[in-house]
């Protein structure tokens, strides 16, 4: 197996298709290292004619990336800089801001306390690749009467790593630096495989026990393997 194809193996599940929901009432930005996701955000916000939505995001691991993104140096969190970003893709309506939250735990606990009471039907929207754990963790975190669902790009599989291509969703290419996507998608596995190492209840317990399968298992495990460079 190509480290490629192991990539596209594990890429494949990482961002299956979520179950939609039948309406939303609101919507979550989680803070991430691409401004294309604030714009997507803003897009379903107007789509779904939401009047506020939450962006929960300080200064973590992901904030260089994104004001390199950007190109941007300043001390603002990702709130703060995504905030901006909805705006100027059109959306009018009320951000409410979390700007001390520094990993997805935090976003999820603060985001919460946020949230309109109303809210029962919840939209999350993240890096692709961080994106089912998020709705795992925002599952365990809030009321279990509060149904969730993430937006991902439709059948996000790399054409090229060197430098990163994803075909049909072309939106996304050069998105990340290689060295971040590969040790992105790497911890992903390791959080989200129910081991000592990980996040499920065989581990920290932060989110419940899911399964992965065996393929893709056998794909990080190569992948692992590899020389690939890996950099947060």
């Known amino acids: 197996?190509?480290?490629?194809?192991?990539?596209?193996?594990?890429?494949?599940?990482?961002?299956?298709?979520?179950?939609?929901?039948?309406?939303?009432?609101?919507?979550?930005?989680?803070?991430?290292?691409?401004?294309?996701?604030?714009?997507?955000?803003?897009?379903?916000?107007?789509?779904?004619?939401?009047?506020?939505?939450?962006?929960?995001g300080g200064i973590g691991h992901a904030t260089k990336y994104l004001r390199q993104n950007m190109g941007v140096t300043n001390e603002l969190s990702e709130a703060e800089l995504m905030t901006g970003l909805m705006r100027s893709a059109g959306y009018q309506g009320t951000i409410l801001q979390d700007r001390q939250s520094t990993n997805t735990g935090?976003?999820?606990?603060?985001?919460?306390?946020?949230?309109?009471?109303?809210?029962?039907?919840?939209?999350?929207?993240?890096?692709?690749?961080?994106?089912?754990?998020?709705?795992?963790?925002?599952?365990q975190v809030w009321e279990p009467t509060t149904q969730f669902s993430r937006y991902l790009p439709p059948k996000f599989q790399l054409s090229q790593l060197e430098p990163l291509a994803f075909g049909m969703n072309a939106a996304y290419d050069h998105a990340w630096e290689p060295a971040y996507f590969t040790e992105l998608l790497l911890g992903e596995l390791q959080r989200l495989w129910d081991t000592p190492q990980g996040y499920g209840p065989a581990g920290s317990g932060y989110i419940r026990h899911i399964d992965i399968p065996a393929a893709v298992l056998t794909a990080y495990q190569e992948l692992l393997q590899a020389s690939l460079k890996r950099e947060r």
């Open 1 to 56: 197996m190509t480290n490629l194809t192991a990539l596209n193996q594990c890429l494949a599940w990482l961002t299956a298709p979520a179950d939609a929901l039948a309406t939303v009432d609101g919507l979550i930005l989680c803070g991430n290292s691409l401004p294309l996701t604030a714009q997507l955000a803003a897009r379903l916000a107007n789509e779904h004619q939401l009047k506020t939505v939450i962006i929960a």
């Open 106 to 139: 935090a976003n999820a606990r603060n985001a919460l306390a946020l949230a309109p009471t109303d809210w029962q039907h919840v939209l999350l929207v993240q890096d692709p690749l961080l994106a089912r754990r998020t709705q795992l963790t925002f599952e």
